[in-house]
């Protein structure tokens, strides 16, 4: 089993910074690959970043590309997106999740373990 715990969200103006945070604890941080994804009110839940079990390999949405970074610390079996130059659209719940695939995988399908999401709301 994994413990997935997200904070960091809140309210921010548009064009500003958060930086969200996702505690692990449980078995080997390090044999899992990461994600992120969120869902917007009345959407589907959608994938935003994923980094390797590594953290050698990250991969981004379209809509977050040069925007948002993926990173994992290992030694506080922490996962980070640091989100810049956030956009109302950005508005949504985001969630952390956990996936035996070594890469990590952009299909929500393939993650085994969630946490219970961190509000993010951006301002225009």
């Known amino acids: 089993q994994v413990q ?3 904070s960091g969200g809140g309210l921010v103006q548009a064009g500003g910074s958060l930086r969200l945070s996702c505690a692990a604890s449980g078995r080997t ?6 994600g992120w994804f969120r869902q917007a009110p009345g959407k589907e839940r959608e994938f935003v970043a994923r980094i390797s079990a590594s953290g ?3 991969y981004y949405a379209d809509s ?3 925007r948002f970074t993926i990173s994992k610390n ?9 989100m810049n130059s956030l956009k109302p659209e950005d508005t949504a ?6 996936t035996t695939y ?7 399908e393939q993650y085994d373990y969630w946490g219970q999401g ?3 709301t951006v301002s225009s």
Request: aromatic share 18%; with cysteine.
């Open 64 to 66: 977050v590309k040069g």
């Open 4 to 6: 997935l715990v997200e």
């Open 29 to 34: 941080f390090s044999n899992y690959g990461m």
């Open 102 to 108: 070594y890469s990590g995988t952009t299909n929500q």
């Open 93 to 98: 719940v985001y969630y952390c999740a956990a």
């Open 74 to 82: 290992y030694a506080k079996r922490t996962v980070y997106l640091q």
């Open 118 to 120: 961190t509000q993010v």
């Open 56 to 58: 050698g390999s990250t």
